[in-house]
């Protein structure tokens, strides 16, 4: 019983507690159900008083009610229920926005061949493979009231220039693999930015010689997935989108595999962790008059492992990867000044994340510190009034404090936004760079 609940958990990212709720039918029949729960204090620069001040917000980040289990070893299920601000217009006094997150059905033929259906996080890159919940650094999703843009928008708003001019917004999330247009660039106002890394299709996924390997098969509804009247004009037709990834993990030389369908951030130095990955995607965007196809693909890697020295216990992390996408000369205009138009050639981005866990109780927990950087290149064609490159960047630092592991945490953290050329902040066109400052609580049960 507990080695099935342990697989569900691993196949979905669900936190087990002590108190975990248990629904049990039979050994072989089961549920756990639960809550979690993000809240967050946070300043961000040029976010009020149209881009002069800072904002300083307390909000509900997210609220998730979560299910899981399975019907026999062979069908499992489950379902995350999210209350999240992240929508257009946030609230102090309640959440605004409430959905399905995921939801799927996996058939568990063997470790070998699993097959899901729902809707869930799409196989790409790592970043994609990782649930809020399972984090180091905290989600910057939402908006600033201030021209409703995302927290960690890295270039001014842009729309698509012919159909119904349906908006286009880059943020540093969305870039390292966004299913929705070709893994780099989201069609935004119509959803949240949690929504960019998932789609609705089936996957079939597996792990070969005990874990070694592991690869991911898919096909998706593609860009456009539930607003193809908003975003697909007049005759314009719906496709489908497709995705694959293969990871490599050297189990031959002590490293352990993550066997689930979902990665973690940290493993707390509890398993030795060694994983290569590559992934590839594609999906086309047809509006009637033209056509255009996104093709994507990715490379990254991690490790983290416990390392001891005496009375010292450290649990250091490497983590790097790179997005690569072909825009096909997509035409796009600024939304603010739409006589600024060019065509989009690629997205290049690439990220680096160093830190460490101290291994050690201080007080109440266990203290880490993590620095990540980021740089994305915009390189466009045809240019008209904007840059042909652009080159924004982003700075991370947090400092976790574990209570309990990710069941109980603070963290402290600082985004650094670069934004490269002057007039390209997203906030205040008269700026060139944002600090955000997060203090982000955190629990689940």
Known sequence: MKKAVLAIAALTGTALTANAALLKISDQTFANFGLKLQIYGQSLEDAANGGKDNAIDFTIQNARVYFSGQLNPIVQFGANLDFAVTGAKTSHEATTTTKVRDAFINFHFANEFNVMAGYYRVPFS?????????????????????????????????????????????????????????????????????????????????????????????????????NAGEVVANSGKDNLGYAFRVEFTPTNLGFQADKGYLHK??????????????????????????????????????????????????????????????????????ASDRTK??????????????????????WLGKLGAYLKYQKTKVELNNVNGLPSDIKPSMWTVAIPYYLAGQNAKIVFQWNHYDYDKNGFDPRNSKDDSNNDLTLAFQVQF
Do not use: C
């Open 265 to 334: 951030e940290t493993y707390f130095g509890q398993k030795k962790e060694l994983t290569f990955g590559v992934g590839y995607a594609a999906s086309k965007l047809d509006l009637g008059t033209a056509s255009f196809t996104f093709k994507s693909w990715t490379i990254d890697a991690n490790w983290e492992q416990k390392l001891a020295y005496n009375n010292l216990a450290l649990v250091p992390k490497v983590e790097a990867g790179y997005v690569y996408t072909d825009g096909d000369d997509l035409p796009l205009q600024l």
């Open 126 to 226: 790592r970043a994609t493979l990782v649930d809020r919940y399972d984090t180091i650094f905290m989600p910057q999703d939402g908006w600033v009231t201030v021209k409703g843009v995302y927290k960690d928008q890295i270039l001014p708003t842009l729309e698509v220039a012919t159909g119904n001019n349906a908006t286009v917004a880059l943020t540093a999330s969305d870039v390292l693999g966004a299913p929705t247009l070709g893994n780099a660039i989201a069609i935004t106002k119509t959803t949240d930015e949690a929504d960019f890394a998932r789609d609705a299709g089936v996957t079939v996924w597996g792990n070969v010689l005990n874990g070694m390997v592991k690869y991911y098969v898919g096909v998706y509804d593609g860009f456009g997935d539930h």
């Open 341 to 362: 138009t060019a065509k989009l050639d690629k997205v290049k981005t690439y990220y680096i994340t160093v830190g460490a866990l101290l291994d050690q109780q201080i």
